[in-house]
């Protein structure tokens, strides 16, 4: 596979994992009232609060697909930006450059 194509394969990636990761964040923060840890004990113990679900998957679930899908986020956009170390550098070169010219410009038109 050529490395575009890999960037490609890498940058959807980025994005499914971001989706997922956002949808299961906006899940566990509105489907599930605060405090149901889903354990069944304390306050509303023995009115079935602890036995919530959304989507029928439930928050310990939803928690942990939130987490998962972080990690592997977290992976894939450090592979990327590995993949993308030489550009990045060449970037940060050229910027630097850029900026020094335009300071030595500024200096030089002041005095």
């Known amino acids: 596979m050529t490395k575009a194509k890999t960037l490609f394969g890498l940058a959807i990636t980025m994005v499914i994992l971001t989706m997922v990761e956002a949808v299961s964040g906006f899940v566990l923060w509105l489907g599930f009232p605060q405090g149901s840890g889903g354990g069944g004990g304390g306050r ?5 609060i602890g036995n919530l679900t959304f989507w029928d998957i439930s928050k310990h679930t939803w928690t942990d697909i939130h ?6 986020l977290i992976v894939i956009v450090i592979l990327h930006i590995v993949l ?3 550009w990045i550098v060449r970037m940060a070169k ?4 850029d900026i020094s010219s335009k300071l030595a410009l500024n200096t030089a038109q002041t005095q």
């Open 44 to 48: 509303g113990g023995g009115l079935g």
């Open 94 to 97: 050229s910027l630097a450059r």
């Open 84 to 86: 993308h170390w030489k």
């Open 67 to 72: 987490d998962w899908v972080a990690v592997a």
